[in-house]
């Protein structure tokens, strides 16, 4: 039988949220989630945008192992925003891939681009966390919630004001669509056994609500398959171990922007 490593993460994530909230209360967190910020758009960002690139800031995956462990998010995610990027995203689990919640409250003040927490949300305490820390937009992955909860995650985003990118891998899971959702997402890794194929976006595509703002998420390394996910309606690209393997990740982004917006 297969490791479903998704399982495994999201056990992980209940254990790790009954340490937090004995640390901070979820009334402490709800009180500080009461202070005014600005909020950036990131649906808006990648609907206006010629490339649609949201960059990712991530150390590691459970597949991959170390991908750059010294990272810095106060210089790597600036470079995307130098570079180009629609939009930031954020991985602040700690465990599988090496990231924390400072990671956003780092980048916040250093960038203008809409940041998204990427993240296995399974408790309302992680939107008043996502808020808190200067997030824009928070992940709902359908495969790690049940319907009625991601409903209710969605509406509480909205109502903290956060914007919700809900991800999708499989036909079997396009009833978790519906109006508190402002961006879907088709994750082309499985999160069972973390195996990727692009294909996934296209073939979903077409099932999709055409009104949509749709983002094709993971394995994506060429900016030509960018072009024809654009072709079938996307308009954003999670993109970061493409970038983030490489010794100068904002460069890396600049060069593959470049290629998508002038083809040879």
Excluded at 70 to 83: D, L, S
Excluded at 192 to 198: A, C, E
Excluded at 216 to 239: M, N
Aim: glycine share 6%; aromatic share 6%; net charge negative.
């Amino acid at each position: 039988m297969k490791k479903d490593i998704l399982a495994e993460i999201v056990a992980n994530k209940r254990f790790e949220l009954d340490v937090q909230k004995r640390s901070i209360s979820p009334e402490q967190l709800q009180e500080a989630a009461t202070e005014p910020r600005s909020f950036r758009s990131m649906r808006t960002s990648l609907a206006g945008s010629p490339s649609g690139i949201i960059a990712e800031f991530k150390r590691r995956s459970p597949s991959k192992g170390w991908i750059q462990k010294e990272a810095k998010p106060e210089e790597i995610t600036v470079a995307y925003e130098q570079a180009g990027a629609s939009a930031l995203s954020i991985l602040t689990d700690e465990v599988y891939f090496g990231g924390t919640l400072k990671d956003i409250r780092v980048a916040r003040p250093l960038v203008d681009l809409p940041i998204l927490r990427k993240e296995f949300i399974v408790d309302d305490y992680q939107l008043y966390q996502a808020r808190v820390i200067g997030a824009d937009a928070v992940l709902l992955i359908a495969a790690a919630l049940e319907m009625t909860q991601c409903r209710e995650l969605a509406d509480k985003a909205h109502e903290l004001g956060l914007e919700v990118l809900l991800e999708l891998h499989h036909e079997n899971e396009l009833e978790y669509i519906s109006p508190e959702i402002d961006m879907i997402g088709i994750n082309n890794r499985n999160l069972g056994t973390f195996y990727t194929n692009v294909e996934n976006s296209f073939r979903l595509a077409e099932q999709l609500p055409k009104e949509m703002l749709l983002v094709s998420e993971s394995g994506i390394s060429d900016p030509q398959t960018v072009r024809d996910l654009r072709k079938a309606g996307f308009r954003g690209f999670l993109i970061g171990e493409n970038f983030m393997k490489t010794t100068d990740p904002g460069a890396s982004l600049s060069g593959f922007i470049q290629q998508i917006v002038t083809p040879e």
